[in-house]
């Protein structure tokens, strides 16, 4: 806050760089950002807000990610009522056992990310309490509770839930998939509804429902057009990086798909890699990115 004051506009940390250009370069990059820099962020500053209710967002992978919904409160000039608690067990580690009017503690990290960094932990009436539900919000089908790495999960087994599909397509046209412009997630979950989407494959027959999309509330001629536009000259014009990175195989962005395309650059051969004759070349590719990624982390961590 004092380094604001005497700046006079806010910032939210610092970042040290290297004095030197050859230096810096020689450090390289990712596709998010370089890394010759080392950024310090600053403490922020929290709010008190007061624990309304838990919802869950269900991830293309069936994994329910946990929201905190809090009486709304003004951080950094807007307001913000709702912040995600990642997983389970950071939902456990921060709330304990969440109860409704539960004081909480918010900040906005970089000033641009709502986070509940504690609780208060209290005797409460039983009938607060905001128990962790046992059925999907989207398909109600059982939920399980699963172990990922160190941190406990709520997992959707149901391999037709319309929550995961909407996810899964949403990324499929995003900016790490096909980047196709133009058709939001509300549409995508529209399309599920009207029953005219059920696999990521549907998405290419789109135009056998054109008249009808036309007349549907909220859609025009040009609209609708214009979305089925971008989805043809997206499949015409993906690289091969991008649609591996579209599939949402798990621990493969468009980082590891540009790497693995070094090595197969055909759709072709990355099918043909799958085969059991082909797959531990593969997982050599994966082995030796990972191992690199590693190298990389031991060297940039201070001891």
Not at 146 to 154: E, G, I, P, R, T
Not at 230 to 238: E, M, P, Q, Y
């Amino acid at each position: 806050k004092q380094a604001c004051e005497m700046l006079g506009y806010p910032i939210d940390g610092l970042v040290f760089k290297y004095d030197n250009c050859k230096e810096y370069i020689a450090a390289g990059k990712t596709d998010h950002h370089f890394k010759g820099g080392l950024a310090l962020k600053f403490y922020d500053e929290e709010y008190e807000s007061y624990l309304q209710a838990l919802t869950y967002d269900v991830s293309r992978n069936g994994i329910l990610t946990p929201v905190a919904n809090f009486t709304p409160i003004e951080i950094d000039g807007s307001i913000v009522s709702k912040a995600s608690l990642s997983n389970l067990s950071i939902l456990e580690d921060t709330l304990g056992i969440p109860y409704k009017n539960q004081k909480l503690w918010i900040t906005k990290r970089n000033m641009i990310i709502p986070k509940v960094e504690r609780a208060e932990k209290l005797e409460y009436d039983i009938n607060d309490e905001i128990k962790i539900p046992t059925n999907c919000p989207c398909c109600n089908e059982n939920l399980v509770i699963k172990q990922d790495n160190a941190s406990k999960v709520l997992y959707c087994p149901n391999e037709q839930c319309e929550g995961k599909l909407a996810q899964q397509i949403d990324h499929f046209l995003g900016k790490k998939g096909l980047d196709i412009k133009g058709i939001s997630r509300a549409t995508i979950e529209k399309l599920i509804n009207w029953g005219w989407v059920s696999s990521i494959e549907d998405i290419f027959n789109l135009r056998s429902y054109q008249e009808e999309w036309i007349s549907k509330p909220g859609f025009g001629k040009a609209c609708v057009i214009k979305i089925l536009d971008a989805i043809d000259n997206g499949r015409k014009n993906v690289d091969l990086a991008s649609y591996i990175s579209a599939l949402g195989i798990y621990l493969v962005g468009k980082t590891i798909a540009k790497e693995i395309v070094k090595y197969y650059s055909t759709w072709n051969d990355f099918k043909d890699a799958m085969s059991p004759d082909s797959l531990l070349a593969t997982l050599k590719v994966l082995l030796m990115w990972l191992t690199l990624m590693n190298d990389i982390f031991l060297f940039y961590t201070p001891f």
